[in-house]
């Protein structure tokens, strides 16, 4: 299943399975990130954010060092929010510490604008504990700057990432080039339909993080995912990773013990009894109003999504 691909509509083909670096701690996500190489994975994503790229870089020339050749890898980086008036400088410090000359594919992690003189924490405050976000900022003009990066060649393709419905209406209708991808928090207690349903009209192709939620979270032991993990013999991670092949999306899963990255990559066929039991499952948590999102958006921003997180 680590060989199945999408097309983007930058013509790349984009894997359907990734490793996730996102609190992936420092000291373990070299090891992971070489072991899924070396192991079948062909899709690392990251992020500056992540506060760790340097050892996903040492992690990438472990791999390179092995003889896999950055040809056959796609990697995937993020701008983070301090950035997005200068989206280039973003790119250029996550490539130096990736140790790369480009990134296959480069998003914009969140649509706004945390003060670029302010302090780059990940989440940086005020000293009244707002959260220090430039309010006018519009972030049509940073997907501008996105699409100039493309002549630069430091990126194959550009995209977004947790972009409502909302936000997409507000950009399209501006954009040159249509993001190749946008990355969301997706799994059956946050199926994001109206985003997923827009994007495939546009051609934009999904990555879904946070697959199984969080971990040892509720999804784990839900009635439908029990069902068929124990119908087809596997792991209830395995049906919540599986769930997006037929959905068309990239999954990334998360993970930095080496038996786990194994496991992740056996993705199965779901029948269409399982996809049918899964999205009843989601049916019935959107009408009661118990969708999870488990990702806050940090910010206090209201970014358009229909669970009003
Ligand atoms: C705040 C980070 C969300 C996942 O990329």
Same mark, same amino acid.
């Given at each position: 299943m680590t060989d199945k691909t999408y097309k983007l509509n930058s013509g790349q083909d984009i894997p359907a399975l990734g490793l996730g670096t996102w609190q992936s701690e420092p000291g373990q996500v070299q090891k992971a990130v070489a072991h899924a190489l070396k192991s079948g994975y062909k899709l690392i994503d990251g992020a500056?954010?992540? /506060?760790n790229e340097d050892e996903v870089g040492a992690g990438l020339a472990e791999a390179f060092a092995s003889g896999?050749?950055?040809?056959?890898i796609f990697v995937v980086s993020k701008v983070w929010a301090t950035y997005n008036t200068r989206v280039e400088l973003g790119l250029d410090k996550s490539l130096k510490s990736l140790g790369l000359?480009?990134?296959?594919l480069f998003l914009v992690h969140w649509p706004l604008l945390m003060? $670029?003189?302010?302090?780059?924490?990940? @989440?940086p405050k005020l000293p009244?504990?707002?959260?220090?976000?430039?309010? %006018?900022?519009s972030h049509i003009d940073t997907w501008k700057q996105m699409e100039a990066l493309? %002549?630069? /060649?430091?990126?194959?393709a550009i995209g977004v990432s947790n972009y409502s419905k909302r936000y997409l209406e507000q950009l399209l209708p501006h954009a040159t080039i249509i993001p190749a991808v946008n990355q969301i928090e997706n799994h059956p207690a946050l199926p994001q339909q109206e985003i997923v349903d827009l994007c495939k009209e546009k051609g934009i192709h999904i990555m879904a993080y946070s697959p199984l939620g %969080?971990?040892?979270?509720p999804l784990f032991t839900a009635e439908p995912v029990v069902k068929i993990a124990e119908k087809h013999g596997v792991k209830p991670s395995t049906v919540l990773l599986s769930y997006h092949v037929p959905r068309g999306s990239t999954v990334l899963a998360k993970s930095v013990s080496p038996e786990r990255i194994d496991e992740n990559k056996k993705l199965i066929d779901l029948d269409a009894e399982d996809i049918k039991l899964l999205d009843d499952y989601s049916d019935k948590l959107t009408k009661e109003g118990k969708l999870q999102r488990?990702?806050? $958006? $940090?910010? /206090?921003?209201?970014?358009? @999504?229909p669970d009003k997180s």
């Amino acid at each position: 299943m680590t060989d199945k691909t999408y097309k983007l509509n930058s013509g790349q083909d984009i894997p359907a399975l990734g490793l996730g670096t996102w609190q992936s701690e420092p000291g373990q996500v070299q090891k992971a990130v070489a072991h899924a190489l070396k192991s079948g994975y062909k899709l690392i994503d990251g992020a500056y954010c992540y /506060g760790n790229e340097d050892e996903v870089g040492a992690g990438l020339a472990e791999a390179f060092a092995s003889g896999i050749k950055r040809e056959d890898i796609f990697v995937v980086s993020k701008v983070w929010a301090t950035y997005n008036t200068r989206v280039e400088l973003g790119l250029d410090k996550s490539l130096k510490s990736l140790g790369l000359d480009y990134v296959d594919l480069f998003l914009v992690h969140w649509p706004l604008l945390m003060n $670029p003189e302010g302090n780059h924490d990940k @989440f940086p405050k005020l000293p009244n504990g707002e959260r220090d976000i430039i309010r %006018s900022h519009s972030h049509i003009d940073t997907w501008k700057q996105m699409e100039a990066l493309l %002549s630069t /060649g430091k990126t194959k393709a550009i995209g977004v990432s947790n972009y409502s419905k909302r936000y997409l209406e507000q950009l399209l209708p501006h954009a040159t080039i249509i993001p190749a991808v946008n990355q969301i928090e997706n799994h059956p207690a946050l199926p994001q339909q109206e985003i997923v349903d827009l994007c495939k009209e546009k051609g934009i192709h999904i990555m879904a993080y946070s697959p199984l939620g %969080s971990t040892g979270g509720p999804l784990f032991t839900a009635e439908p995912v029990v069902k068929i993990a124990e119908k087809h013999g596997v792991k209830p991670s395995t049906v919540l990773l599986s769930y997006h092949v037929p959905r068309g999306s990239t999954v990334l899963a998360k993970s930095v013990s080496p038996e786990r990255i194994d496991e992740n990559k056996k993705l199965i066929d779901l029948d269409a009894e399982d996809i049918k039991l899964l999205d009843d499952y989601s049916d019935k948590l959107t009408k009661e109003g118990k969708l999870q999102r488990f990702v806050y $958006p $940090p910010f /206090g921003v209201d970014f358009g @999504f229909p669970d009003k997180s």
